[in-house]
C-alpha cells in the first residue's frame, strides 16, 4: 500500500484549493508555527510539501531538516521569505503566484492614489467628528498629473493600465524592460532614468522585490529628489524604504503625503511615529486580500503543490518545474 504524502501549512491559508488537497494528501495545518522556527523545523521532517505565505522563514537550516520535502508552494508573489538558493541546492521545487493578485494589488494602489488625491480618509474623520468643513479637504485631479511607476511588472503594468484611463502621464523606470516589451507597448508608459522618475511624479508607486540592490531604496537621499508636493504608496516590501527617512521627510515638507501598505517590521510597533502623521495612509498588507485574487492564489498554489507531489511539472515554480532529489 503506498503510503499517502504529507503537507503541512504552517500559516492560516484556507480555500477550495486546500480542500482538494485534502482528498488526496494528508494535511497538517498549524496557521502559528510560523511563528518558532525550532518548531517548523521539527515539524517539517516527514513532510513531502509545505505551503506558507509571508511570516514562515524558509531557511537553509529547514532544507537540511527537511529531507522528504519535494516542494515549497508560497501563496503570493513575493519570496524574499525564502531561501531559494538553498532550496534548489536540496532539489526541492519552488512555487509561487505571480499573477493570481495582481488585479487586487493593483486597484488598490489606485484606491490609495484616489484617498491621497481627495482626501478621503482626513475628510472621513472629520465628518464624523462632528465637522462640516468642506474648504478644508480640497483634493485635485488625476487628469493631467504624472505617475512614476517603479517596476512594471505584472502589478505595475495593471497601475499603468488603469493611469492611463485615467489620463494621466505615466513614466516608468524598470531595468528589465526594453521599449518593445508588451508591457510598455500596451499601457502607454514612457521608460525613463531612474533620477527623471524621481524628479517628475506628481505620484510614485514601487513594484519592486525585496534583494540586496533594492533593500532601503527609497531613503533621505532619494527623498531630496522627488517633489516636495509628490505623493508616495508602497505596496511591495516595507524595507525597500527607510522609515525613519520617510518620516522626516513628511514631517518637513520634502513630501506631501506617503500610502504604505507594507512596512519594515510587520506588525509595526504600535507607537510608530508614522501613525501620527495626518498626511499619511496606512493599510495592514491588505492590497492582494480580496476574496478573488485568495481564491485563485490559493488554488494555483494548491494544483502545483499536486503536480510536483504527482511527479508532474509545475506551472508556476522560480527554481525547476520537479524535484532533483
Not at 517539517?44 to 516542494?71: W, Y
Not at 531559494?84 to 536540496?90: D, T
Request: with cysteine; aromatic share 6%.
Amino acid at each position: 500500500m503506498t503510503e499517502i504524502k504529507q503537507i503541512l501549512i504552517s500559516e492560516d491559508i484556507t480555500g477550495s484549493g486546500i480542500e482538494k488537497l485534502k482528498a488526496k494528501y494528508k494535511i497538517i495545518t498549524e496557521p502559528d508555527l510560523w511563528k518558532s522556527l525550532s518548531q517548523l523545523e521539527e515539524r517539517i521532517q516527514g513532510m513531502g510539501g509545505l505551503i506558507v505565505r509571508n511570516q514562515t522563514k524558509v531557511t537553509a537550516s529547514l532544507f537540511i531538516k527537511a529531507k522528504e520535502l519535494q516542494v515549497i508552494g508560497r501563496a503570493g508573489v513575493g519570496y524574499d521569505n525564502i531561501d531559494v538558493n538553498a532550496g534548489s541546492k536540496s532539489g526541492v521545487v519552488i512555487c509561487y503566484c505571480p499573477e493570481e493578485n495582481a488585479v487586487s494589488v493593483a486597484e488598490h494602489v489606485f484606491a490609495l492614489i484616489l484617498a491621497l488625491a481627495r482626501k478621503i480618509t482626513w475628510a472621513d474623520r472629520s465628518v464624523k467628528g462632528g465637522e462640516w468643513d468642506r474648504k478644508k479637504y480640497y483634493g485635485f485631479e488625476l487628469q493631467g498629473k504624472t505617475l512614476g511607476i517603479l517596476g512594471l511588472g505584472r502589478i505595475g503594468a495593471r497601475v499603468a493600465l488603469r493611469a492611463k484611463a485615467f489620463g494621466m502621464h505615466i513614466l516608468a523606470y524598470d531595468t528589465y524592460l526594453s521599449n518593445t516589451h508588451l508591457h510598455v507597448t500596451e499601457s502607454g508608459a514612457l521608460l525613463v532614468p531612474l533620477g527623471m522618475l524621481l524628479a517628475e511624479s506628481d505620484f510614485l508607486t514601487i513594484h519592486l522585490p525585496l534583494n540586496d540592490e533594492t533593500y532601503r531604496m527609497f531613503n533621505a537621499e532619494t527623498f531630496q529628489k522627488m517633489k516636495s508636493t509628490a505623493f508616495l504608496v508602497n505596496t511591495s516590501r516595507g524595507e525597500v524604504l527607510v522609515e525613519e527617512d520617510l518620516i522626516e521627510a513628511l514631517k518637513n515638507g520634502k513630501l506631501a503625503g506617503a500610502a504604505l501598505d507594507v512596512r519594515q517590521m510587520e506588525p509595526p510597533p504600535p507607537k510608530n511615529p508614522l501613525h501620527a502623521l495626518d498626511n499619511v495612509i496606512l493599510t495592514p498588507h491588505t492590497a492582494g486580500l480580496t476574496y478573488e485574487a485568495q481564491e485563485k492564489v490559493v488554488n494555483a498554489i494548491a494544483e502545483d503543490v499536486d503536480r510536483v507531489l504527482s511527479g508532474q511539472p509545475a506551472l508556476r515554480y522560480l527554481n525547476f518545474p520537479l524535484p532533483k532529489r
